[in-house]
């Protein structure tokens, strides 16, 4: 594919992940993208971030605000994909690091009627400091970097930074579900329309990536591996508080069995001025 892709880049507060994060954006071979920051509520320091980078970051950069009324991934995503322009999104997480060649091997691998679920790596807690710390760009790591680093504990695998040809074996995986998730996802943004977007009933963290998954498929829109092509480099962070992964959980299997398509609090009815609470979806004031 040939045209624009947006990058939504979902942060909450950790400006300085977030700065490593569009430090190595700004390495992309491919600079036929833009970004569009989908801010879930931080302080002012993603903004004013956000402001810093505009103007170096040599690609359209966009920031998206929703007030902090605790997870609300799948909302602000939508909030996002409104402000922005590309007829591709890659969704990516703001401590999620991209390697030069992430947006280029997105397109290659970008192909009408499939979505790409792409993999990472998981930098250790001290690792995770030293490159925040020493700004020391991973994503410009040799393999012999990778190699010490791997034998230091500092990261739990290497597949995700070998790069090795696939070809029909990337298709293996159509029809599944599980094991993906929205920290490194390619979908086209008319197969996003189709299903509405994320479903902003699922609040807290949890299976509102695995919810737009199921629904595409019920599209019969496919699932092709990034593995081996479009890892990327996950800075450690502590759980999140996964209160509501009950209530979630339940609103998956219901997905599931139901074979919905549409989201129930979408895309929309973000048009529409109606925005998510605790108990689904409500008029703005």
């Known amino acids: 594919m040939r045209g624009l892709i947006s990058l939504i880049v979902t942060a909450y507060n950790r400006a300085d992940a977030l700065d490593a994060a569009l430090s190595a954006l700004a390495r992309q071979t491919d600079r036929g993208f833009e970004v569009v920051i989908a801010d879930d509520g931080s302080g002012p320091s993603v903004g004013a971030l956000a402001d810093q980078w505009r103007s170096r970051l040599g690609v359209p950069l966009g920031h998206v605000w929703q007030a902090d009324r605790g997870f609300r991934a799948a909302e602000i995503r939508n909030r996002a994909l409104l402000a922005s322009q590309g007829e591709y999104c890659i969704f990516l997480d703001g401590d999620c690091i991209a390697r030069p060649g992430f947006v280029a091997m997105h397109r290659r691998l970008a192909e009408p009627g499939w979505f790409v679920t792409g993999n990472r790596v998981l930098l250790s807690p001290r690792a995770t400091d030293v490159v925040l710390r020493d700004h020391s760009a991973p994503e410009t790591w040799t393999a012999t970097k990778w190699l010490r680093v791997r034998l230091h504990g500092g990261v739990n695998r290497l597949g995700a930074v070998l790069n090795l040809p696939l070809g029909p074996l990337r298709k293996l995986p159509a029809r599944q579900w599980r094991g993906a998730r929205s920290c490194n996802l390619a979908v086209w943004r008319s197969d996003l329309d189709r299903v509405d977007g994320f479903d902003a009933s699922f609040n807290g963290w949890g299976r509102e ?25 996950h800075l450690w962070h502590p759980q999140a508080d996964r209160t509501h992964l009950s209530v979630n959980d339940a609103l998956l299997e219901a997905a599931l069995h139901t074979r919905r398509t549409r989201a129930q609090c979408g895309l929309s009815m973000l048009r529409d001025g109606v925005e998510a609470d605790a108990d689904g979806c409500r008029a703005q004031a």
């Open 209 to 233: 990536d695995s919810d737009l998954l199921i629904r595409l498929l019920h599209c019969g829109v496919r699932r092709k591996d990034g593995r081996f092509a479009t890892g990327v480099i």
